[in-house]
């Protein structure tokens, strides 16, 4: 016995119509609204923002853009870019908000040295530990939150006097 194709074609047409029709019954109760919601925990409101059906998004700042020192550094600095350490850490706070404190004879001698191989791509680093690996252990990191500045400080080494 030979089934031909004309008997099949009732059961796809009606298969193709139950699909489209799936497919094609989205109402507006089906699609959530972008809407706030709260949460309470431990006495501390929290406010989420859905923006899809299982994606929820607390509305506050990440820790990087609370303090700035904080926030992550992950970039290759251009070897044309960055000769010695004062060039590369000019380049690394160039968006940070943060700049680098200037006419200082001791700080003259950081800024002149030449830029090792292995710091041509930092991170991902937090900005401090950024700026501190770039200065290396003879320095200490100061940062003026008001000004905004990033200073160093000699470290006294081994048999030194402390000034």
């Given at each position: 016995?030979?089934i031909r194709p ?32 709260s949460a309470q ?13 299982y994606t929820l ?107």
């Amino acid at each position: 016995m030979l089934i031909r194709p004309q008997f099949y074609r009732p059961f796809i047409g009606a298969l193709a119509a139950v699909l489209v029709g799936a497919c094609a019954s989205t109402t507006e109760e089906t699609a959530p609204p972008i809407t706030p919601a709260s949460a309470q925990t431990g006495g501390d409101a929290r406010v989420f923002l859905r923006q899809s059906r299982y994606t929820l998004v607390e509305l506050r700042p990440d820790a990087g853009q609370q303090n700035l020192q904080r926030q992550i550094i992950d970039l290759r600095i251009p070897a044309t870019a960055a000769t010695t350490v004062g060039d590369a850490m000019r380049y690394v706070l160039r968006h940070s908000g943060y700049q680098l404190c200037a006419n200082d004879p001791v700080l003259a001698t950081l800024w002149g040295l030449p830029l090792p191989a292995a710091h041509l791509q930092l991170g991902p680093l937090p900005l401090n530990q950024t700026l501190q690996l770039l200065a290396g252990n003879a320095w200490r990191l100061s940062v003026d939150e008001r000004e905004r500045r990033v200073c160093f400080i000699a470290v006294p080494l081994n048999g030194e006097a402390r000034p």
